[in-house]
């Protein structure tokens, strides 16, 4: 212990306590200087991000582009009310075999009241599930018909039809479960309210069993 002591000086002490505090103070400014440009691309994975840290005042405008999103990622139940979706309903399996048009009950009521200087469109999905022929020869094409205010909505594609039919070079399968389209609504009718039904023209070339659903949502341009 003799010999340590006559060994501590004044500067002994000060030159061990200030590489100390070099040391340590540099680990802490290496923390604070750890930016995106210093993490290897990939190493921050979805596992490593605590539930809700990302929110969307930590998103930098516009940085999340179409390219961005994985297909199917974003669908109706995901937008938040107020964003640009006004409305949206779907509907139970209906049969498709059926002789006679019929109304197809959707979950909730398609209705709202466009503004002027405002572009609403309407979007409607019908699918097909278990289609099926009774004759081989004919196809099953079920038909999802939308009304709005009573009268039918027409649009570019024509009509909409899920169907089973005889395969082809292009179209294999024999089968196209489901269609859609999307199209201008109210544009002309401002202040007026636009109410949205669905109707089902059955095909009785489908087999019992196939069944048809339907989708409809309106958005507003942004």
Known sequence: MRAVRKRLSYANV?????????????????????????LRAN???????????????KIRGNAVTAAKIKDGAVDFTKLAA??????????????????????????????????AGTVD????????????RVDPAKSCEPQVVPFVNGSRWEFAEGTLAPRAFTPTAAQPTGLVPATGATGPIGLTSPGTAQTVTIQLIGD???TPGSTVTAAVAVTQAK
């Open 14 to 38: 000060v030159a061990t306590l200030a590489l100390f505090l070099a040391l340590s103070g540099g680990v802490v400014w290496a923390a604070g200087k750890v930016s995106s440009k210093n």
């Open 43 to 57: 190493a921050v994975t979805a596992g490593k991000i605590k539930r809700n840290a990302v929110t969307g005042a």
């Open 82 to 115: 107020g964003t640009n979706l006004l409305v949206s309903a779907s509907s139970a399996a209906v049969a498709a075999n059926g002789t006679t048009p019929v109304s197809v009950p959707l979950s909730d009521a398609v209705s709202f009241t466009p503004t």
């Open 121 to 132: 469109f309407l979007s409607v999905e019908a699918r097909g599930t278990n289609l099926a």
């Open 204 to 206: 009785p070339n489908c």
